[in-house]
């Protein structure tokens, strides 16, 4: 092995999406939502300036105000398993987040409405791993001496001299007893998006609407990784402390817009179909005081990672004066972006082939239990796009897999034209799943090289446990 196997260049797992949605993009845009994971349909609240613009005509005369806020109690691990250098241990990363905010605003009048929105978009979280990640620490060992043939030819050679069989001496050479190593991570991110826009009511069955966005993104990345070297023995003393120092951000902005649909072919049905284009973000890096992690990072490159194309649909039915079905279907067109940021040469990585589209579908029932209370419990399935076999555990987006959502709560006016919504949602892997990532094949080529055998892999898993808090108020 040699220094610097694994780390031509690092880019960090933060925050990908809290619930449903794509790799970067957030369906979770209010407590409505939370509750019942199914809002495309949706024609009462002004939370559909977002999930159902084109139906904001259906709305009151007047204003309506929206805002909410979701704490977000999360819990990522990973997990490696036949790892000789850092161990079978269990990295965890569990911080809450307790404000993700959105706000909307729409005024309607006779056929016409116009609206504004805030929300946060995209990826919008902190995840801290307050004791590394396992190729942080292998990088520590590295920076140390480890895996380098002046010290494992040192400490071989020495134990050779001293007794030890062949076998234990070459053991002793790929050992990591006098490397002990630690690292820290912290990443933050935020796509907070501003959108403009009006709609139509062409008749008594169609509507319309188009709107403009604005996104301005953030990433920042605070870490550390420190390697030592403890080998001091037989009159070779090759101790040694390495320490590399991360602390950079990454901002970009970009405008899009969107085109949506909404028909009633009858009272008790509705229909919707949106169409969010494509949103460039090309980020440009930020090195803090120098703080390049030894020159993983570049003060002033830029690579693209951007919003995807999303195409929307909803259908409801009111089933009875108290009773109200709902489904719909998203699709991240995530294929057709620009991803360029995630490309990892050193690990064979291209974005273009590592990212599919992503999926979901979901579905929700709401029952008006009194004129003031209602109640709903939606469901959420997802087929996320990237391929499992791009994972890293210290890449952007990191670990993902298919979700699966619950969300339920309630709805109830506190006084008139004053709404309370509460959501309670939980969204996890469908299952946990193991990936030797080209990390762990590297490690696995290396020791072979020296005659051993070893087959390490890491298991992955998620799971958000998610309270909302939301208002809607017209006069």
Known sequence: MKKG?????????FAPPAAAGGIFYNSNQSAEYMRMFDRNSAVDNADIVYYNMAATPRLKDGWTFNASDQM???????RT???????DRTYTSDNPVLLVPNFYAAYKKGDWAAFVGIQ???ATAIREWKEGLPTLDLLGKQLAGYGQASTSTVIGADA???????????????GTEYFPSNSYLKGSSYYVAFRVGGALQLDPRWSVAAAARFVTSRQAIVGSVDGYCTYNLYNHDLRTHERVVIDVEDTANGFSGEVALNWTPTPAWVVSLTYEMATPLNFKTKVKDGKDGGGLFVDGAKAHLDLPQVVRMGVGYQLSPEVRLSCGANAYLEKSVNFDKLDNPQFGI??????RNTYEESAAVEWQATPRWLFSLGVNFNQI???QGSTLDISVPGAHANYMSIGTGFQVEVSKGLKLNVGLAHTAFQTKYKNADAGDAQLKAAFAA?????SPTKEYNKQYFIFALGLDYHF
Do not use: C, E, M, W
Request: glycine letters at 14%; charged letters at 10%.
């Open 81 to 87: 398993i036949g790892n000789p250098v850092v161990g």
């Open 72 to 78: 977000i109690f999360q819990k990522a691990t990973v």
């Open 350 to 355: 291209k974005a273009k082939d590592a990212y």
């Open 160 to 174: 050779l001299a001293h007794g030890a069989t062949p076998a234990q001496a070459l053991a002793a050479g790929l």
């Open 450 to 454: 020296q005659g051993v055998t070893i």
């Open 5 to 13: 196997l694994l780390f031509a260049s690092l880019v960090l797992g």
């Open 120 to 122: 946060t978009i995209g």
């Open 385 to 387: 796009g990237q391929r």
